[in-house]
């Protein structure tokens, strides 16, 4: 059983930092491309970044490039994502994804969601 276990959220000033991680377990980690996705109240779910399997592509949403990165440490089947500079529109819940060979930025072509984590942004 695939699981995608979600950590880091939490509640954090404009301008803060915040990091997400992301457990997962049941899947052979280092074949897949892992990546993240939000969803704000009232939207639909949004590309936020993506990595693959060997590390060496990655991809981010035009509303937070230059802000996050994605990384991961296929030793401890962990994908992270960093947050810098966090506005009040970063404010969504986050969610883990896998694919072993989807199209990155479309919400079906992902084959493992998590739970999600809450990250509220105040102004």
């Known amino acids: 059983q695939v699981r995608l276990v979600e950590s880091g959220g939490g509640s954090v000033q404009a301008g803060g930092d915040l990091r997400l991680s992301c457990a997962a377990s049941?899947?052979?980690?280092?074949?897949?491309?892992m990546g993240w996705f939000r969803r704000a109240p009232g939207e639909e779910r949004e590309f936020v970044a993506g990595?693959?399997?060997?590390?060496?592509?990655?991809g981010y949403g035009d509303s937070v490039k230059g802000r996050f990165t994605i990384s991961r440490d296929n030793a401890k089947n962990t994908v992270y994502l960093q947050m810098t500079a966090l506005k009040p529109e970063d404010t969504a819940v986050y969610y883990c994804?896998?694919?072993?060979?989807?199209?990155?930025?479309?919400?079906?072509?992902?084959?493992?969601w998590g739970q999600g984590t809450q990250v509220t942004v105040s102004s």
């Open positions: 994804v896998a694919t072993s060979n989807g199209s990155w930025r479309r919400p079906d072509g992902w084959d493992y």
């Open positions: 049941g899947l052979t980690f280092h074949t897949y491309t």
């Open positions: 990595l693959s399997a060997g590390g060496a592509l990655d």
